[in-house]
């Protein structure tokens, strides 16, 4: 029972927590533009004493620089905590005079939160004088009426007026915080230019991985495999023959299964006829360790997402039978929000490093689509992967 009564007391206080959001957001929206007012202020007439002293223009410039992103970076929580605002832009690669700026077009909000609660300070002393008039009987019934739908409307009005005034501040956020078309293409390049040299080191690191398997692999059964061939061949025992060329047969279905494996690193050629879903059904199939694969895509990806998809959990399963001794694996995939996500969880013993060499080279692999790779592996277990790729 009381655990029922303080679900209600929480949905009670949420509720009105929802009502006052709005109201405490303006006014202190109002408390943070005097503090901005007061900082442009101090930051205007040090940058006049500038011109006397030349030498303290650094000094006044990196205060500068510090105070107003801190001053930045608390309208920004005020905007997420109180108005709600979503999917703000970050502070951290805006310039100084985009955040001066910014500052001082809130004072433009703070003034209009000034007005806006005067208003409603005046309806408040016109109510109560309205109140007053009626208790004492001064006004006729038809009056008061008419006085209670004038003060509905301009409450009504005043409330219309706290909603815009917290819609300008959120606006004024996201225009003038913006890092700008050119430090956003700047970010773009570096970007492209970062995740263009993991691809090759990545690739680079497949590559050397795989010619470790055709080496240390592959061709060393080959070599076997001569060498038993030859004993076949120069046996006088026609049984020994026999016997030797089954063993030399079942040695060639172990390389071409080892051949196979290698090509499936290489390029999986298995998605030109089958979604992604399949194909991983059939690596599940080889695995040492139990699958088990939710696909339900509603759209099947474009093909470069479904490699490196591939990859990642052909690597995933890898480490679990070898690394994490899991007894079962699962695959999630969904769409969601304009990405496409998979999750490789484990029961294993955990411990999986994100930047060893393979996991790290899967990193670079989703990064080069612009998605995101997410390894959470503590001691104990278990371990979980999750890949997040745009879907266009």
């Given amino acids: 029972m009381r655990k029922a009564d303080e679900v209600a007391g929480e949905r009670r206080t949420d509720r009105w927590w929802g009502v006052l959001r709005l109201p405490v957001g303006v006014a202190a929206g109002i408390a943070t533009a005097g503090v901005g007012f007061a900082f442009l202020a101090v930051a205007a007439a040090a940058f006049s004493l500038v011109a006397v002293k030349p030498a303290a223009r650094c000094r006044v410039a990196a205060l500068t620089k510090r105070y107003a992103g801190r001053l930045v970076h608390m309208e920004r929580r005020r905007l997420g905590g109180l108005l709600a605002a979503e999917e703000l832009p970050t502070t951290d690669d805006v310039a100084t005079r985009r955040q001066v700026g910014y500052l001082a077009a809130r004072l433009l909000t703070g003034t209009l939160g000034v007005l806006a609660y005067a208003v409603l300070g005046v309806g408040v002393v016109l109510a109560w004088i309205v109140l007053r008039a009626a208790v004492r009987g001064e006004l006729t019934l038809l009056d008061a009426l008419a006085q209670v739908g004038v003060g509905v409307v ?48 990545a690739v680079d690191a497949e590559r050397q991985r795989i010619e470790r398997d055709l ?35 079942e040695d060639v279905q172990r390389a071409v299964e080892e051949l196979r494996e290698v090509a499936w690193r290489v390029y999986p050629s ?35 997402i479904e490699t490196v998809l591939y990859f990642v959990a052909c690597e995933a399963l890898t480490n679990a039978a070898k690394h994490a001794a899991a007894t079962l694996v699962m695959i999630d995939f969904e769409a969601q929000d304009g990405w496409i996500r998979m999750r490789v969880h484990d029961d294993g013993v955990g411990g999986a490093e994100p930047t060893g060499r393979g996991l790290s080279g899967l990193a670079r692999r989703v990064a080069a689509l612009d998605g995101r790779l997410r390894v959470t592996s503590p001691g104990g277990g278990p371990t979980t992967l999750l890949a997040e790729l745009p879907c266009g």
């Fill in 270 to 304: 298995a998605l030109d006829s089958n979604d992604l879903g399949e194909v991983l059904a059939i690596a599940a199939r080889g695995s040492e360790v139990p699958v088990r694969i939710r696909y339900e895509l509603p759209v099947r990806p474009e093909r470069q």
């Fill in 154 to 201: 301009l409450l009504l009005l005043n409330v219309q007026a706290f909603v815009s005034i917290a819609a300008l501040d959120v606006r004024l956020a996201r225009r003038l915080l913006s890092p700008g078309t050119r430090a956003e293409l700047t970010r773009r390049v570096q970007e492209l230019t970062t995740s263009r040299a993991g691809v090759i080191a």
């Fill in 215 to 249: 080496h240390d692999g592959l061709q060393q059964r080959l070599i076997a495999l001569g060498m038993l061939l030859g004993r076949a061949r120069r046996a006088r025992d026609a049984d020994r023959t026999h016997a030797l060329i089954v063993q030399a047969h």
